[in-house]
């Protein structure tokens, strides 16, 4: 336990030094310095209120953007530190697998989850002093989406950094994993209903897999279906299963998913070479 | 200390280590020579628990290197073949080498002074900035101030300047003699005074080991 809490301490200090975490803070620290900016707060359309409104836009381009970049910062982990042998010296000194493992992925965590989650903070507290009322109920489901999302993703990046052995394939692979994700959320989805050459049934559980479908059903699950646009397959969802259940299951599934993935990982691990 | 027993370790339908027996016992301070692709890397990174044997098995003081690595590493100081580009910074390798290991930062540092390595002015640089040598000799005070049992370095010396080649040799003598040591070295002429034992390795064999 000592030595898990040492490597996630190292891990996030040199991760906090690098190039891709100034990167990753810009992104999303200016993402929402520019919504201040183009005013999407102020305006009031299809009964948003602004603040709402604000961080339901947030929610959305962080779908796309925050897995990909949990993957390729995170798969190079540890088949980066195999490939430059840095691994090998690390290893060579009295620290079990367990310990190094996880406690790169607690560091891992913390670092790419503390800035989402900041600029999302930052959101609420710009909105809340621009006249608008504090949204617990949106903060906290938010947070809580993101906690799930950085954890499926996390999981899912250091079991492929476990499993392949060279950087550029995990970077590949990630790739992979992303667009295929994102390719089944929702706009994809419809447009399979609609050749109806699927069962509808097929299509449902599709969405119910893809986390990132699932995080984006359960962002805009806090939002009255009559005025969103939210498309028919996240309707029939929240439709189904009742807001609060699926709420329930857009943060726990990921999680479960990510552990799944990370657990596979650490098998591989202990099970593997480690060079 | 160190039974490698029978050890087979396949890549890609190759034995690259066929078979291979050897004891290692305390005080033994062996030069492990053999031509380039012999397997001498592959033998001390099984010994380290790096790889699964696809055969045969390795113990050190009786444990196993996979099943129990902490035990099998807390009596083993390990250089590699070359100084890997560590991202942490001095402090935080410091930090990480003492708590892991429970050596004193202190030492260390007292080791490097030992190699000539002034360590404090470079406390917040990453340790790949440091020069070829300087990393060397680094890694090289880390090992020896973790004052394990069997110390394995592989090719310890590519990076030094002559000067340096006789501090680490020196700091070598001083040994205490229970220590054992393994070096895989190319210039045995260099090691000469330093060792007792003489193990040639080819094509995955232990194919010579002559006690001096
Ligand atoms: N991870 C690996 N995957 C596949 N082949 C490997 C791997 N590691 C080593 N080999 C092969 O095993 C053989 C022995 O390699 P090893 O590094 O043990 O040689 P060595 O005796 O240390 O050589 P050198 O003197 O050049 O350092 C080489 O042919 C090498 O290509
Ligand atoms: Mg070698």
């Known amino acids: 336990?000592?030595?898990?809490?040492?490597?996630?301490?190292?891990?996030?200090?040199?991760?906090?030094?690098?190039?891709?975490?100034?990167?990753?803070?810009?992104?999303?620290?200016g993402l929402m310095a520019l919504f201040f900016i183009t005013g999407i707060t102020d305006s009031v359309v299809m009964g948003f209120t602004g603040l709402s409104r604000l961080l339901l836009v947030y929610m959305q381009v962080t779908i796309v953007i925050l897995p990909i970049f949990i993957l390729i910062t995170t798969v190079k982990s540890i088949s980066g530190d195999r490939e430059s042998a840095i691994l090998e010296y690390m290893l060579s000194f009295p620290v079990s697998l367990k310990d190094y493992y996880w406690g790169k992925m607690l560091g891992r965590f913390v670092i790419v989850f503390t800035p989402v989650f900041l600029a999302l903070l930052m959101g609420v507290v710009y909105g809340v002093i621009k006249g608008g009322e504090l949204p617990w109920k949106m903060l906290l489901v938010y947070s809580a989406l993101l906690l799930s999302l950085c954890a499926v993703f996390l999981g899912i990046a250091f079991f492929i950094s476990t499993l392949v052995k060279s950087h550029d394939v995990a970077l590949g692979a990630s790739f992979v994993v992303w667009i295929t994700l994102l390719a089944f959320i929702d706009i994809a989805l419809i447009g399979l209903m609609l050749q109806n050459?699927?069962?509808?049934?097929?299509?449902?559980?599709?969405?119910?897999?893809?986390?990132?479908?699932?995080?984006?059903?359960?962002?805009?699950?806090?939002f009255d279906p009559e005025l969103t646009v939210m498309g028919p397959v996240a309707y029939f969802l929240l439709d189904t299963f009742g807001h609060t259940l699926f709420l329930v299951y857009a943060v726990l599934y990921p999680i479960f998913l990510g552990a799944v993935f990370a657990f596979l990982g650490y098998y591989a691990f202990r099970k593997k070479d480690l060079l | 200390m160190i039974e490698v027993k029978d050890a087979v370790k396949r890549f890609l339908d190759t034995n690259v280590l066929d078979h291979v027996d050897l004891v290692i016992e305390r005080g033994d301070k062996i030069a492990l020579m053999g031509p380039n692709g012999a397997g001498k890397t592959t033998l001390v990174r099984s010994i380290l628990g790096f790889y699964h044997l696809d055969s045969g098995k390795i113990e050190v003081e009786g444990y196993d290197p996979?099943?129990?690595?902490?035990?099998?590493?807390?009596?083993?100081?390990?250089?590699?073949?070359?100084?890997?580009?560590?991202?942490?910074?001095l402090t935080e390798l410091l930090e990480?080498?003492?708590?892991?290991?429970?050596?004193?930062?202190?030492?260390?540092?007292?080791?490097?002074?030992?190699?000539?390595?002034?360590?404090?002015?470079?406390?917040?640089?990453?340790?790949?900035?440091?020069?070829?040598?300087?990393?060397?000799?680094?890694?090289?005070?880390?090992?020896?101030?973790?004052?394990?049992?069997?110390?394995?370095?592989?090719?310890?010396?590519?990076?030094?300047?002559?000067?340096?080649?006789?501090?680490?040799?020196?700091?070598?003598?001083?040994?205490?003699?229970?220590?054992?040591?393994?070096?895989?070295?190319?210039?045995?002429?260099?090691?000469?005074?330093?060792?007792?034992?003489?193990?040639y390795m080819d094509l995955g064999k232990v194919v010579e080991d002559e006690r001096l």
């Open chain 1, 197 to 222: 050459r699927w069962d509808d049934n097929f299509i449902i559980t599709l969405a119910l897999l893809n986390p990132m479908e699932v995080f984006r059903v359960g962002a805009i699950s806090l």
């Open chain 1, 1 to 29: 336990m000592k030595n898990l809490l040492l490597m996630a301490k190292l891990d996030i200090k040199e991760s906090a030094r690098s190039r891709w975490f100034f990167v990753y803070l810009l992104v999303f620290g």
């Open chain 2, 66 to 89: 996979i099943k129990n690595r902490v035990k099998v590493l807390e009596k083993i100081s390990f250089i590699p073949q070359t100084p890997p580009p560590i991202k942490l910074s």
């Open chain 2, 96 to 199: 990480y080498v003492s708590k892991s290991t429970g050596t004193k930062e202190e030492d260390i540092k007292e080791e490097a002074k030992r190699m000539d390595l002034d360590i404090s002015k470079n406390l917040a640089k990453p340790f790949f900035k440091l020069s070829g040598g300087m990393k060397q000799k680094l890694l090289i005070a880390i090992a020896l101030a973790k004052r394990s049992d069997i110390l394995i370095f592989d090719e310890p010396t590519a990076n030094l300047d002559p000067k340096a080649r006789e501090k680490f040799y020196h700091l070598l003598s001083e040994l205490p003699q229970e220590v054992s040591t393994l070096f895989i070295t190319h210039r045995i002429e260099e090691v000469e005074g330093l060792i007792n034992r003489k193990i």
